[in-house]
């Protein structure tokens, strides 16, 4: 997933006017103007050639700082000396450098250098397109087993029969015990087409049984939303997994849903989420919060200004009672509507634990070869100018799961049609803790007690 607050790319430059009859005269007339210049420019090109040619052998003179002298020496003296020519990589060393400049920053988890492959799957998937793969959300690995938390709607997994609760014990024939998911992920991952074939176990049938399924990898689509109707209460609890581009649509189809079915109360899941677009964050967080005079969503510095993002007209759930469910993992756009909630609706209740503590606004700078530098270069601030760099924001009601807890999301729960008895027995202290503050006397409280 994503850790980012990215600006929206600006719309494309309006197309220019046809000319009229006075300007083609004009254009007539200053054509030898312009074959001047272009002789001009062939000039300074040719010129331009012998300065670099010069600066290579001049490197000192021409190079910024000292700190960047230091870089290009260390590159030629590689270059030149090392022994072992066939593991000199430049494309490695390049990649490496702005890595660890990236790193000096101490924007962590934020700003970062990325591969052309990385840069593209990250635009994938802040555009809503799918996404190469089996189709699941794994949690676990190490001591415990690696467990399946949810399954795509029309994803491989999902047409193979798998279900949330499973647990992967091998793949193509290899046992995986112990392995971390990083370490488990290049093997259940690859190219479309390919198979890959998994051994199973599905405690909810039998904790010994092993069974195998062969999927085929295909494009399947992540959904930002999800939502789940808490059985013995009026309460929705919407999943929001990321701020990307059709976050805020998705979203409001969600909530006309809920209102349809006259909800008492909304719980907001941003567990997880690692943020996206600014402008959906400012969407999104507009659906709760009623637009007016000194009604803002956040504040935009920059090394000389600053800008106030207002909220929008037209939220669809500004008077509904609301929870926000937030942890460590919880970033970026997604920390800055949760903000923006409570700052503007003190009423509201914010469970969790205290989020990440993104501070900063990227902006991409795409290099010569597709890979990305992908740089804070704006703070952002919460509306009373508040900010949580590098501190995150505090749950008003702070509350941990145990150790070996993973959150009830919405769509596994609704893909397992969950009772009320089960929904208390996942231990999700979380959103037991939620629903016990938007329906006290439900059933729900006790357990959250």
């Known amino acids: 997933m994503l850790s980012d ?63 960047e002298l230091l870089i290009h020496q260390a590159w030629v003296a590689i270059n030149n000396n090392f022994v072992v020519t066939d593991r000199i990589n ?118 010994t049984r092993i069974f195998t399924v062969t999927l085929t990898r295909a494009v399947f689509t992540v959904p930002t939303v999800s939502s789940f109707y808490i059985p013995g209460t009026s309460l929705v609890d919407i999943q929001l997994t990321q701020f990307s581009e059709n976050a805020d649509a998705e979203l409001r189809t969600a909530l006309q849903q809920a209102k349809s079915k006259q909800v008492s109360g909304i719980i907001l899941d941003l567990r997880g989420n690692p943020g996206g677009y600014l402008t959906q964050a400012q969407a999104v967080a507009s659906e709760f919060i009623a637009a007016g005079p000194n009604r803002n969503v956040l504040i935009v510095k920059s090394r000389t200004s600053s800008q106030t993002y207002p909220v929008n007209p037209g939220g669809l759930a500004t008077n509904i009672p609301l929870v926000i469910l937030v942890d460590g993992d919880t970033a970026s756009a997604a920390e800055i509507t949760t903000g923006a909630i409570k700052v503007n609706r003190p009423e509201v209740h914010v469970v969790g634990q205290k989020t990440f503590g993104t501070g900063t606004v990227l902006q991409t700078f795409v290099l010569a070869d597709g890979s990305a530098l992908v740089l804070g270069t704006e703070e952002f601030l919460l509306p009373n100018g508040a900010s949580i760099y590098g501190k995150g924001f505090m749950p008003d009601t702070p509350i941990a799961l145990p150790a070996n807890v993973t959150p009830l999301l919405p769509l596994a729960a609704s893909e397992t049609n969950m009772t009320q008895r089960q929904v208390i027995a996942s231990d999700d202290t979380q959103l037991l803790k939620a629903i016990a503050l938007l329906a006290p006397s439900s059933a729900y409280a006790s357990a959250a007690a």
């Open 5 to 67: 607050l990215e600006q929206r790319p600006s719309p494309p430059p309006t197309p220019p006017t046809p000319p009229d009859a006075a300007a083609r005269r004009r254009s007539a007339a200053n054509s030898a103007l312009m074959r001047m210049v272009t002789t001009s420019l062939l000039v300074i090109i040719a010129f331009t050639a012998g300065w670099f040619g010069n600066a290579y052998v001049n490197q000192g003179r021409y190079i910024s700082s000292p700190d």
């Open 90 to 207: 430049q494309q490695k060393m390049a990649y490496a450098a702005i890595d660890a400049m990236v790193n000096t920053l101490g924007d962590t988890g934020h700003s970062r250098f990325e591969t052309p492959e990385q840069y593209a799957q990250e635009n994938q998937q802040l555009q809503d397109q799918g996404i190469v793969g089996i189709g699941v959300q794994l949690s676990g690995g190490g001591a415990k087993p690696i467990r399946i938390e949810e399954v795509f709607p029309d994803s491989p997994a999902d047409k193979g029969g798998l279900k949330p609760g499973d647990l992967i014990v091998s793949v193509d024939g290899k046992n995986i015990k112990g392995y971390t998911i990083d370490q488990a992920r290049p093997l259940i991952t690859g190219k479309a087409g390919t198979q890959v074939t998994l051994g199973i176990v599905r405690p909810s049938e039998s904790p």
